[in-house]
T-cell receptor
Framework: QQQVKQSPQSLIVQKGGISIINCAYENTAFDYFPWYQQFPGKGPALLIA?????SEKKEGRFTISFNKSAKQFSLHIMDSQPGDSATYFCAASRPQGAQKLVFGQGTRLTINP | EAEVAQSPRYKITEKSQAVAFWCDPISGHATLYWYRQILGQGPELLVQFQDESVVDDSQLPKDRFSAERLKGVDSTLKIQPAELGDSAMYLC?????????????FGSGTRLTVV
């Protein structure tokens, strides 16, 4: 119930294309869903996040789509650039008390020039 | 921009030796987390502090791992004795409050190799 499952494990996209990464969760108590970007040798950095009261959130080229009934959410990167090449992690947490982020397994994204 | 400081960046140690990692969170952040990230996997929480108190150490292997945050500021994570399976990136993160939606900031981590 604490797991977040992420797919695909790796993804190769041509420059200018759309990158799509998917996550699924079981625990309906989760109410905060962030995406993190991690470059080699660095810690993860918050990219964008969503709460379940909205179905979509967009920040620049990055969009989260959220489907509460299916317990799924996804990250879309529009006009993908070589600088977007990194590992992406979805995560989730519950609202009450002292909470932690539960992370997915990660997706290694490569954008070919 | 404020950062979470971690040291050392890299550590190679022999099996059965002791090793320690240090973390200095962003000033004013009451919540501090230690995560372990095995190569190719997502981070997994080891221990969470609220000020100087441990609020979650359910995944911390307490027979060999210990963590402290004595004055509610910086923190140390220790492994004794280290095992080959402990090779991983150890990440520290801090947050102004106990709920992740207030923002997690990660440090660059300590890459541990046990030989």
């Amino acid at each position: 119930q604490q797991q977040v499952k992420q797919s695909p494990q790796s993804l190769i996209v041509q420059k200018g294309g759309i990158s799509i990464i998917n996550c699924a969760y079981e625990n309906t108590a989760f109410d905060y869903f962030p995406w993190y970007q991690q470059f080699p040798g660095k810690g993860p950095a918050l990219l964008i996040a969503i709460r379940p009261d909205v179905s979509e959130k967009k920040e620049g080229r990055f969009t989260i789509s959220f489907n509460k009934s299916a317990k799924q959410f996804s990250l879309h990167i529009m006009d993908s650039q070589p600088g977007d090449s990194a590992t992406y992690f979805c995560a989730a947490s519950r609202p009450q008390g002292a909470q932690k982020l539960v992370f997915g397994q990660g997706t290694r994204l490569t954008i070919n020039p | 921009e404020a950062e979470v400081a971690q040291s050392p960046r890299y550590k190679i140690t022999e099996k059965s030796q002791a090793v320690a990692f240090w973390c200095d969170p962003i000033s004013g952040h009451a919540t501090l987390y230690w995560y372990r990230q095995i190569l190719g996997q997502g981070p997994e929480l080891l221990v969470q502090f609220q000020d100087e108190s441990v609020v979650d150490d359910s995944q911390l292997p307490k027979d060999r791992f210990s963590a402290e945050r004595l004055k509610g500021v910086d923190s140390t994570l220790k492994i004794q004795p280290a095992e080959l399976g402990d090779s991983a990136m150890y990440l520290c993160a801090s947050s102004p409050r106990a709920q992740p939606l207030y923002g997690y900031t990660f440090g660059s981590g300590t890459r541990l190799t046990v030989v």
